[in-house]
Nanobody, 130 residues
């Protein structure tokens, strides 16, 4: 069983950057795909990016392409979401999540669907406002 804890959220001005961290405990991170999601008030949870076991990155949200990136450090049991050129519409609660890949897809699996993730953090608030 994994536990995930996000940190690094806060209030920033448009155009600024922020790095969110996701600390994992309970088991090795090596065999899990990691995704970052966000949920704004009144909206559904949105899958942003995923990094698979091999370290390949998938970007699912057009609105963050070229601005956000995901990384992982298995030795430190950490995952990160680097957010650049932030916009007011990026305001949301951000979640990291871990997925147990299906058999036969251990190295390659990633998903934008929250239903494919088994473990979730509690979320961290990001507010972009001048």
């Amino acid at each position: 069983q994994l536990q995930l804890v996000e940190s690094g959220g806060g209030l920033v001005q448009p155009g600024e950057s922020l790095r969110l961290s996701c600390k994992v405990s309970g088991y090795t991170l090596d065999y899990y795909a990691i995704g970052w999601f966000r949920q704004a008030p009144g909206k559904e949870r949105e899958g942003l990016l995923c990094i698979n076991v091999s370290g390949d990155i998938s970007v699912y949200a057009e609105s963050v392409k070229g601005r956000f990136t995901i990384s992982r450090d298995n030795a430190k049991k950490m995952a990160y979401l680097q957010m650049n050129s932030l916009k007011p519409e990026d305001t949301a609660v951000y979640y990291c999540a871990a997925s147990v890949p299906p058999m036969g897809q251990i190295d390659d699996f990633c998903s934008a669907s929250h239903a494919d993730y088994d473990y979730w953090g509690q979320g961290t608030q990001v507010t972009v406002s001048s």
